[in-house]
């Protein structure tokens, strides 16, 4: 972008927001609104306090899938 003083700058935009609630969230990131991101935790137990703590999400699988074109899993 040239400037007032016929320089030329490069701009980074940062966008920057605050996310207010879940719903929010998943509209921002298109995420599935009734999973958690970052545990197992079945859609029916979502708000609730659990017995005992549910598996972690594995990201890692989920690129994999993602790059080898496989996203049916």
Known sequence: MSCDDKKVRK????ISMWLADHM???????IKAN????CMVT?????????????M???DLYKRLFQAG????
């Not at 929010?24 to 298109?30: A, L, P, Q």
């Not at 999973?35 to 970052?38: E, L, M, N, T």
């Open 11 to 14: 701009y980074i935009t940062i």
């Open 24 to 30: 929010e969230n998943v509209t921002t990131h298109r």
């Open 35 to 38: 999973h958690c991101p970052i």
């Open 43 to 55: 859609p029916s137990e979502l708000g609730r306090v659990p017995k005992t703590l549910y598996a």
């Open 57 to 59: 999400r594995d990201h």
């Open 70 to 73: 496989d996203l049916d899993e």
